[in-house]
């Protein structure tokens, strides 16, 4: 059989045929969602009321709404919080891992179980360890003499004990991808600073931090995304609560959503936190460049 | 008080066994009643519904096969949790869909966005219909005030009440015996027996009840109705700055965050009812069902030691705060007629008394109480039968008429909440106010 190399050029303009699939299944689910979420936010979309177009004016609403200034300052908390709690325990746990010693791929397995396990599930065994009555932490912390604490029942510790939850989640993926840094870092470096007297603490603040700062930075990207949307761990253990000392984003625009039917005013908020995500990545990004 | 002329409802041996017979005859009745009504008419349907997680839920599951056997139509089950449940009905109902043809509705929260939107038929054509209904149906028997919470404000009755959540009072019998206290009758006594009762040192606090936002709304508002206002009066303006609101805040601040546990801004009901079986509280407030499950020596450390009395009355009036559901038909549905058939079942004489018996909750007919009441030996608490039974004169929906009721239980919940961790009761209530007022008068 000769190979037809004009019938070959001739089939050229057909190829797009074989997108056609890929092309419908994107604008199915990735564009179409996009182009309605847009334009509900520019519609009044209530179960009661005849949608109509009211502009930039679920937006404007938005801007004036103190609840939902104060769900994006708790966002933010939350995910610095977690974010920067994850970032220093996962490299401390990779820096660990990374030495010999016995039993180490036990213990690496170990410390990367929370990562596989499901978050509304672990979230639930939380929600009964920090019972102040009957919970399991206040048992320990009363057992060695220590008072109470309130856990996600106080408006002040709320946010911090939430973020206990999510580090103690998360800190396993940033401890495997600095591990992978670590592996990946040449030798000749630590070598020179050995030469040269350094310590282990200036090693690691002058040779290996550096070296792993790219790793550092990816790190911290993925957690930023991950913690901005994180919903299932407050929505299982507070709800938002006490009162409303724990409503992030996720749960103001889940509450506008899907308690309210709010459905304009929802996809309006929808696409200011994109947005607001958006943000904290191109500023990570550009972080990055600057860094490499 | 000013409702003491109140008919009080205790039951007479009488009225005990006209019900037991009225529930054997019911039983005994052919597939024919004398309507020309047929139990089989729709036989070979199949209907689709979802329900709740609830012990209802789980009950109703088990009796589906008796509903086949007796219509021939097979019933497609399903049971989602409450939170994930009410947004899917309104969003299929939103979209026209007709995939759920037997519609659950909890009045609290979706009775008025049903009803305003008109996705549920009106049932009042079907019940007179003779060809369409039992003989036996009786709609008289349903209690006055589950008929009054399930119609809509135009008149149309679009679900048939079958749950009734009279809030009780459950108290430890064990721990009052021990102070010499009688159960509450009022809310002066209800204080001052958790003040009495209330001992952290030990473990034990004196009350326990809903702290979390939303869920401790219904609360306030319960006792809101004791001291004579409803939080939205009947020209609609909000009472909930009112000095009766302001002293409704401040019972329920000094019960719960007074003579609670500690975190209980953070309890929803299942960790109240922990708190409460684990002996950890003296009194709990909360709905039949919740407090049925005290008394189950499975489940509950102070099993057999807990004592039911009525909700406690207010100064100025004594109402049992009642929430609700019942089932529709979906004005979408293509077997209508089937899911009538459904609903007649699922609201039966019989069905009620199965619903109390097994401690899922409470009856909306007038009919279960006395029917259990003469079983010997009795299925459930006779102490808390008696109790459901006294609430069905004096019970009163707590949760207003309004299209944003979620919003509304929102808004206060979290006011409750703050005042919980000692934020002020009248600042809050006005601050929540201002915000609800807009709401109100954007969404109804």
Redesign the interface.
């Known amino acids: 059989m000769s190979l037809n190399l004009t019938g070959g050029l001739h089939n050229a303009g057909r190829y797009w045929l074989f997108a056609v699939p890929a092309i419908v299944v994107i604008l199915a689910v990735i564009a179409f969602p996009w182009l309605f979420t847009l334009y509900a936010s520019l519609h009044l979309m209530e179960p009661t009321l005849p949608t109509r177009f009211v502009g930039l004016n679920n937006f404007i609403s938005l801007f004036r709404d103190p609840n939902f200034g104060w769900s994006l300052v708790r966002t933010i908390y939350f995910a610095f919080l977690s974010v920067v709690a994850s970032l220093v325990l996962g490299v401390f746990a990779a820096l660990v891992f990374h030495r010999q010693f016995v039993l180490r791929g036990w213990a690496r397995t170990i410390f990367i179980m929370p990562m596989m396990a499901t978050p509304v599930a672990t979230s639930l065994i939380w929600t009964m360890m920090f019972h102040p009555q009957v919970g399991v932490l206040n048992y320990i912390l009363t057992s060695v003499g220590l008072p109470p604490a309130q856990w996600v029942s106080n408006a002040a510790t709320v946010i911090p004990t939430l973020a206990l939850v999510e580090t103690w989640h998360w800190t396993p993926l940033v401890m495997l991808i600095i591990l992978g840094g670590l592996a990946s870092l040449p030798t000749e470096p630590f070598e020179a600073a050995k030469i040269d007297g350094a310590n282990a603490v200036q090693t690691f603040f002058y040779v290996t931090l550096p070296l792993l700062w790219p790793f550092v930075l990816v790190c911290a990207l993925l957690r930023t995304i991950e913690a901005f949307k994180a919903f299932d761990t407050i929505y299982v253990i507070t709800r938002g609560g006490p009162g409303d000392a724990s409503e992030t984003l996720n749960m103001f625009l889940y509450q506008n959503a899907f308690s309210y039917f709010h459905t304009g005013y929802a996809s309006a908020v929808a696409i200011v936190f994109f947005l607001v995500v958006l943000v904290f990545v191109v500023l990570q990004l550009a972080l990055k460049r600057s860094a490499t | 008080m000013k409702n003491e002329t109140r008919p009080k409802a205790r039951l007479s041996r009488r009225a005990i066994l006209q019900g037991a017979a009225g529930l054997a005859a019911m039983s005994a009745l052919p597939a024919f009643g004398q309507s020309g009504f047929n139990w089989k008419a729709a036989s070979g349907a199949n209907l689709n519904m979802a329900m709740q997680k609830a012990s209802f839920a789980t009950l109703l599951e088990k009796l589906m096969p008796e509903f086949t056997e007796l219509t021939g139509i097979n019933v497609q089950f399903e049971q989602i949790p409450e939170q994930q449940f009410?947004?899917k009905l309104?969003m299929d109902l939103?979209a026209g869909s007709g995939e759920m043809d037997v519609i659950y509705i909890s009045y609290a929260s979706q009775k008025q966005?049903l009803g305003?939107?008109g996705w549920l038929e009106d049932l009042r054509p079907y019940i007179s219909d003779v060809s369409k209904t039992n003989a036996d149906f009786d709609v008289d028997d349903f209690s006055p005030a589950a008929i009054a919470y399930a119609t809509q404000p135009d008149g149309r009755l679009d679900s048939l009440p079958t749950t009734i959540h009279y809030n009780l009072l459950a108290y430890n019998k064990e721990l009052f015996a021990a102070k010499n206290l009688q159960p509450p009758k009022t809310f002066d006594e209800m204080l001052a027996a958790a003040k009495a009762l209330h001992d952290p040192s030990n473990?034990v606090a004196g009350f326990v009840m809903r702290?979390?936002?939303?869920a401790n709304t219904s609360m306030w508002t319960g006792f809101m109705l004791g001291y004579g206002a409803d939080p939205i009066d009947a020209q609609g303006n909000l009472n909930t700055t009112s000095p009766e609101a302001l002293e409704a805040a401040k019972l329920y601040t000094a019960l719960d965050k007074d003579c609670g546990?500690?975190?209980?801004?953070?309890f929803d009901w299942p960790?109240s009812q922990?708190?409460f079986m684990?002996g950890?509280a003296a009194m709990f407030i909360d709905t039949p069902g919740i407090t049925a499950a005290c008394n189950d020596p499975a489940k509950s450390k102070v099993a057999g030691k807990v004592g039911y009395v009525v909700h406690p009355a207010g100064p100025k009036a004594h109402v049992t705060p009642m929430l609700g559901s019942g089932f529709g038909i979906n004005k979408f549905s293509t077997q209508k007629d089937a899911a009538w058939i459904f609903l007649q079942w699922v609201a039966s004489k019989e069905n009620q008394v199965k619903l109390v018996a097994g401690g899922a909750g409470g009856a909306a007919r007038k009919s279960a109480y006395p029917t259990l009441l003469g079983m010997s030996p009795p299925p459930v608490s006779p102490e808390w039968v008696q109790a459901l039974n006294d609430s069905i004169l004096i019970a009163k929906s707590c949760i207003p008429d309004v299209?944003?009721a979620?919003?509304f239980r929102?808004v206060y919940g979290?006011?409750l909440?703050?005042m919980?961790?000692g934020s002020d009761p009248a600042t809050e209530l006005a601050s929540a106010t201002d915000q609800y007022k807009q709401i109100l008068a954007q969404?109804?």
């Open positions: 009410r947004p309104v939103q966005l305003k939107a473990n702290g979390i936002k939303n546990p500690a975190g209980v801004v953070s960790e922990a708190s684990q950890q299209v944003s979620n919003e929102d979290i006011a909440s703050n919980l961790t969404f109804g």
